[in-house]
Every structure is written in structure tokens, then in C-alpha cells.
């Protein structure tokens, strides 16, 4: 699926931190492997490739996912009728692709089992890794997503089935973890968002969100202004590191746009 050649200077860079071994694994092909939810070391590597062919940073620590998320390469996950956050995630961002794949996997999900599916994991950054994360994750990326495991056993099932099913397609890598017990899934965003529109006929829009300068005028509110420029309160919020409503008249906000 993807190049194997010499990695570029970024991709040099952002693996400079990584054991010689690994480095050492990065350089050899891997062969492909049959739809498995078991973790592997060639899934884990293609899914560094896959970040460094993307062209996609590694953020080191939360202001860089902030700075991200200002300039629209990372979007907030607010939740919806058909997926919730887990209580008390720090860091609800993702690549826009995974954003379309949850809220599209979701619809699915509630249409078939009648619950919310649960995301408890998102963007990580690398200073806030669990111990035992792999150091290759891509995490830190917002390519990743964990899932929780549904308790209910036709529920496990059909998540499962539509996991390997999306990862022969080759759109992404899904593994079920045990400590602690969730469904970790990279999805490649070029590859995701051309097999939705293949499967929809229909052009998708993803990408960076480009930021327009607005002065703040008397009797205006976020709402109004979210409003009137076709984006929501909270992404004005993160674009500009507010962390209330109140605004003045006079300041300049930045206002994210499609």
C-alpha cells in the first residue's frame, strides 16, 4: 500500500527519538497479512509509513495538539446521538477523516445495536503515552481512535465483523487490546475518504480548515458569530484558546472555515 523508499527529512526527525532496531525495522517492506484483530509489529509499521507519506506530525505534548487544532488539522469530536466521548478525555481531537469515519461507523452502530458507540481515546500526545504504548503508536498523530468493547455479544460481533471487513478493504488497521480491553483502530485518511466516495458517488470535503480574521462588533455573541460564518461555537473556542463565551467588541478572532 505504501512506498518503501528513503524517508525524508521530517520522517527522519520525528523517528530520531526511536531504538536503532526499530529504526532498522522502518527500512524493510512488510508483507501483507490476513484481516486480524491481533496486534502486530507489520501493522504497526505500516501505519508509521502511513503517517509519514501523509506528511502528518507527531505531537510532542498538549500545546502542539492545540496548535493543530487552531490550524485545522486536527477537529474536535463533540459527540452526537449516535457516539459519546469518554468522561474526562483531555485531548477530543482527530485527523477530519476520522472525525467522518466515527460519525459514519456510529450511525451504524446505534441503527444496529440501539447504544452510543463509546470513543475513549483520541489524539494522544507523546508526553502523555500510557507506559506501555507501543513507540511507534501513532497516536500523537490523530490517526488513532480507541473503541470500547460493547458488552453485548451481537454488538462485539458486528463491530468486530465491520472492523476486519473496512481493514481487507485496506482503509485501515483495527487490533482488540486486553490491558486495558478496547478496540484500537488507524485509519488511512487518503484511503478512507476515497472508498466513501466511491461507495457514495459523492465528493468528501475534508481537510484543513482555513482561518479567516473577524473583529468582534457591539451586541455580538459566539453563537451569532459561529452563526453567521457557518461553524460552531466550540471550534471559534479552540481556534482561539477561549475558555468561556464572553467576548468584547474590538477583538480579533479567528474564525475557522471550510
Known sequence: MFCRTTLPLFGRLALAALPALLLA?????????????????PSLLRQVYAAKDHGYPFARDPSEVQSLASQGHLVRLPGSRSYELKRGMRYPFARPEVRLFVERLSSQYRGRCGEKLVVTSLVRPRNRQPRNSSPLSVHPTGMAMDLRVPSKRTCRSWLEGTLLQLERTGVLEA???RYPPHYHVV?????????????????????????????????????????RHGTTVREIQDANNLRSNLIRPGQVLAIPRR
Open 25 to 41: 525495522e522502518l527500512t524493510l517492506p512488510t508483507a501483507a497479512e490476513a484481516a486480524s484483530l491481533r496486534p502486530s509489529r
Open 175 to 177: 487490533s482488540r487490546e
Open 187 to 227: 485509519l488511512f485518511p487518503d484511503d478512507y475518504r476515497s472508498y466513501v466516495e466511491r461507495i457514495t458517488g459523492k465528493p468528501v470535503v475534508v481537510g484543513v480548515v482555513t482561518l479567516t480574521r473577524y473583529r468582534v462588533r457591539r451586541g455580538d455573541t459566539l453563537w451569532k458569530i459561529a452563526r
